[in-house]
């Protein structure tokens, strides 16, 4: 099974910031959450990863909780183009990397 | 710059017929794996692979095969295919098997079995 929980759907008004959640309450000391993105028809992309500190890079910011039972992607101004499935992961030392089903994000023009 | 190379694009297969899905990247990455996505679901891992001559299962790998002679290429193998494996196929590999690192997608390939 999956090691995270994230809301099936979520819906953003376009031009707004979007804050997508992710928990993770088994998480380990040494797992890194990392965020994909899968737009209709195309494979996942990487987004963002972390292990402690909060994360920004040119798609999105990456905030983690001080106990790192949660985090939260954060898209600073939602486009058309970031409607996809949004999938939040971790990444355990040398292990199976398990999928969620992902949140479905819907951006209204 | 290729990334991760997929092929065929589209496949349709009668039940009981054999074929082999292309897998290839050209970023020396030490691990790759194959993950199938069936309608509203997430990505289940089928095999990987750690590296030349090394490979493993994943959650779902029953009625595939897999085998990495080289570092840059991982073929799935399905030796009787059923209609239970219409699914979208996705290869991933990633630099290391470790957890500081990110993995790249290919394109996917859509398998229907009739």
């Known amino acids: 099974d999956a090691k995270t929980t994230q809301p099936n759907s979520m819906e953003s008004n376009e031009e707004e910031p979007v804050h997508l959640p992710c928990n993770h309450s088994?998480?380990?000391?040494?797992?890194?959450i990392h965020w994909y993105r899968q737009l209709p028809s195309q494979g996942p992309e990487y987004v963002i990863h972390g292990l402690t500190s909060n994360v920004n890079n040119r798609m999105a910011s990456l905030a983690i909780a001080e106990d790192r039972k949660s985090s939260t992607l954060i898209l600073h101004r939602a486009t058309l183009r970031d409607a996809a499935v949004y999938y939040c992961?971790?990444?355990?030392?040398?292990?199976?990397?398990?999928f969620g089903p992902g949140t479905s994000l819907s951006v209204i023009p | 710059n290729a990334g991760v190379t997929q092929t065929p694009k589209f496949q349709v297969l009668k039940t009981g017929q054999s074929m082999t899905l292309q897998c290839a990247q050209d970023m020396n990455h030490e691990y790759m794996s194959w993950y199938r996505q069936d309608p509203g679901m997430g990505l289940r891992l089928i095999h990987y692979s750690v590296g030349a001559g090394i490979t493993d299962q994943g959650e779902v790998p029953n009625g595939y095969n897999v085998s990495r002679s080289t570092t840059e290429d991982f073929p799935l193998r399905l030796l009787s295919a059923a209609p239970s494996q219409t699914s979208v196929y996705f290869c991933?590999?990633?630099?290391?098997?470790?957890?500081?690192?990110?993995?790249?997608f290919g394109s996917g390939t859509r398998l229907t079995v009739v």
């Open positions: 992961i971790l990444k355990t030392s040398y292990d199976k990397v398990i």
């Open positions: 991933a590999s990633s630099y290391s098997w470790g957890p500081n690192y990110g993995y790249t």
């Open positions: 088994t998480i380990s000391g040494t797992d890194y």
